[in-house]
């Protein structure tokens, strides 16, 4: 099992609102772990989205929109980011990303479609 | 403008060697811990190595750990990537990320491993 797993395509319309998922695997707690958020779109390096522990701590990459916003399920041991109303420019993939014994570890990205 | 810019990057046989750079603009990285992370063609990210702001604590993924080291010089606000021998699967563009959170990344440098 994978650290993280992230399902591999999305698909959503414009103006809708889509939760991306990150599940760690069930050795480690999400609760104890920042989870980090980037946007990648084809030909450019990822774009740092967000970062977030808890309601409290959490922050929001310089110029990202507020309509991108990261949540828990602690049920689940599931990392979300939450994107509302969504764009055609938020057609992209998506991964996240937490440290986890001294390394980063990623995802393996979501590729969200917007149709 | 914050900017990380990467070169170094190119076509190098198996068991080559390269180094890549990645020069700071618009910042002092001196008071950053930096990043190596890497993507293959048409496939997810992934981490190679950090080192910290004064260089004490160096990682690496396990995949690169011995072929390459990671270093930096904070008086020409740059770091650096020394990747030797070099296999077929080290075949990616090359990304700088700053910070553990990665909140600005270079535009990359592409390292083909090729007979």
């Known amino acids: 099992q994978a650290v993280l797993t992230q399902p591999s395509s999305l698909s959503a319309s414009p103006g809708a609102s889509v939760s991306l998922t990150c599940t760690l695997h069930?050795?480690?707690?999400?609760?104890?772990?920042?989870i980090y958020w980037y946007q990648q779109k084809p030909g450019s390096p990822p774009q740092y989205l967000l970062r977030y522990m808890s309601d409290s701590d959490n922050l929001q990459g310089s110029g990202v929109p507020g309509r991108f916003s990261g949540s828990k399920d602690a049920s689940a041991n599931v990392g979300i980011l939450l994107i509302s109303g969504l764009q055609p420019e938020d057609e992209a993939d998506y991964y996240c990303m937490i440290w986890y014994n001294s390394a980063s570890v990623f995802g393996g990205g979501t590729k969200l479609t917007v149709l | 403008e914050v900017q990380l810019v990467e070169s170094g990057g190119g076509l190098v046989r198996p068991g080559g060697s390269l180094r890549l750079s990645c020069v700071a603009s618009?910042?002092?990285?001196?008071?950053?811990?930096m990043n190596w992370v890497r993507q293959a063609p048409g496939k997810g990210l992934q981490w190679v190595s950090r080192i910290s702001s004064d260089s004490s604590g160096i990682y690496y993924a396990d995949s690169v750990k011995g072929r390459f080291t990671i270093s930096r010089d904070n008086a020409r606000n740059s770091l650096y990537l020394q990747i030797n021998s070099l296999r077929d699967e080290d075949t990616a563009v090359y990304y700088c990320?700053?910070?553990?959170?990665?909140?600005?990344w270079g535009q990359g440098t592409l390292v083909t491993v090729s007979s």
């Open positions: 990320a700053r910070e553990r959170g990665f909140d600005t």
């Open positions: 069930s050795g480690i707690n999400v609760a104890t772990y920042r």
């Open positions: 618009g910042f002092s990285i001196s008071t950053y811990s």
